[in-house]
């Protein structure tokens, strides 16, 4: 699989996973350090309970740039100790689907992801009430940027993703609607 074809079709599934949990540095380190349940690290912020549930991509409201847009994604946010449990299955235009799934908590340490062949971990950041930040990285380095906002009568998810890799850029706005 081409880089450009990767940016294209991978990168706004992983990113938008990623902002269902926030907490983060922006900047990822160069060895990527996961932190696997150690509570002296950092303290975790308390997740967005609104995020959880299942959210349907309303493919209509949403832009993709470049295309074409996904056939269909679905994702589901379940309560995982401190923080998240994120899957998200994405069809894409041409029929292939993926699987991405990771747990995180809000407390700005990298986690694994898989189901994805591009990103292979994640930094989240809560930056108030309705708004997530992340940051997608693969081998150590910052891959993407996306922000996740919660509409105030928690029915809307709108995911803003960002990806320069190799030349190739992507700017989507999805927008989910509650299941």
Same mark, same amino acid.
């Given at each position: 699989?081409?880089?450009?074809?990767?940016?294209?079709?991978?990168?706004?599934?992983f990113?938008?996973?990623?902002?269902?949990?926030?907490?983060?540095n922006?900047?990822?380190?160069?060895t990527?350090?996961?932190?696997?349940?150690?509570?002296?690290?950092?303290?975790?912020?308390?997740?967005?309970?609104?995020?959880?549930?299942?959210?349907?991509?309303?493919?209509?409201?949403?832009?993709?740039?470049?295309?074409?847009?996904?056939?269909?994604q679905?994702?589901?946010?379940?309560?995982?100790?401190?923080?998240?449990?994120?899957?998200?299955?994405?069809?894409?235009?041409?029929?292939?689907?993926? !699987?991405?799934?990771?747990?995180?908590?809000?407390d700005?340490?990298?986690?694994?992801?898989?189901?994805?062949?591009?990103?292979?971990?994640? *930094?989240?950041?809560?930056v108030?009430?309705?708004?997530?930040?992340?940051?997608?990285g693969?081998?150590? *380095?910052?891959?993407?940027?996306?922000?996740?906002?919660?509409?105030?009568?928690? *029915?809307?998810?709108?995911?803003?993703?960002?990806?320069?890799?190799a030349?190739?850029?992507?700017?989507?706005?999805?927008v989910? !609607?509650?299941?």
């Open positions: 699989m081409c880089a450009r074809f990767t940016a294209r079709w991978l990168v706004p599934t990113v938008a996973a990623t902002l269902a949990f926030p907490a983060g922006p900047l990822l380190s160069a990527p350090e996961f932190h696997h349940g150690r509570p002296d690290l950092q303290p975790s912020a308390p997740p967005d309970e609104r995020v959880f549930g299942t959210w349907q991509l309303n493919v209509a409201r949403s832009r993709f740039a470049p295309g074409p847009p996904y056939k269909n679905i994702r589901v946010y379940e309560r995982h100790e401190n923080g998240v449990k994120a899957t998200i299955k994405t069809t894409y235009s041409d029929g292939h689907t993926t !699987d991405v799934e990771y747990s995180a908590d809000y700005s340490l990298e986690y694994p992801v898989t189901g994805s062949p591009d990103y292979d971990s994640i *930094k989240l950041k809560k108030d009430t309705h708004t997530a930040e992340a940051v997608l693969h081998a150590g *380095k910052q891959f993407a940027t996306a922000r996740r906002t919660i509409s105030e009568d928690g *029915k809307t998810m709108t995911i803003v993703v960002n990806v320069d890799f030349g190739s850029q992507v700017h989507n706005v999805m989910y !609607d509650r299941q």
